[in-house]
């Protein structure tokens, strides 16, 4: 599909973003990426409205648990990771849709970002990732940004921002 026919394509948004999704949870990690750059296109274009509930799948997702005891012994379960990493692309792909304003789930977004900070390597390049273009792209007029977000999420931002920095 070509950028410039998106606004002729607007009565199939709804099964583009459907097809799109499936992708951000395909085995193959280029397809999740690839999936989850055009998601973020579409938001930012407005194609596709970002809502609450979009957040709230992708946070769902984001929370698949991805390990199983067996044996006693701790075993990774590949699906899962797959899961958990397609909801963080996705939660990704909220944030990169706004790149010079933070709207409204922004913050909550950001939050979900930071309390995996710690995952598996694979999803913490991602949101390392993720959260470098952010500051990078909101710097200029942090100033003015910072109102958007409470006291408590500023805290959790610059530790996660800080030590990804410090320790990469």
Known sequence: ?????????RPYAKQFHEI???CLFD????????????????????????????????????????????????VILQKNIVKRHGGILGVCA????????????????????CEHSHDPDLIQK????????????????WHEHRQQFTEDQLAILADVLISHSYYA
Not at 38 to 63: A, D, H, N, P
Not at 126 to 141: G, M, V, Y
């Open 1 to 9: 599909m070509i950028f410039s026919n998106l606004f002729n394509a």
């Open 20 to 22: 799109v999704l499936k």
């Open 27 to 74: 085995e193959q990690l280029e397809v999740r990426i690839a999936a989850s750059l055009t998601l973020s296109g579409f938001y930012q274009c407005g194609y596709i409205q970002v809502t609450q509930e979009y957040l709230k799948y992708f946070r769902e997702m984001s929370k698949t648990i991805y390990f199983t005891k067996i044996k006693g012994k701790k």
């Open 94 to 113: 909220i944030v990169s849709s706004s790149p010079y304003d933070i709207p409204i789930y922004v913050p909550d977004a950001l939050m979900i970002l």
């Open 126 to 141: 991602s949101i390392k990732k993720c959260l470098s273009e952010f500051r990078r792209t909101h710097h200029d007029s």
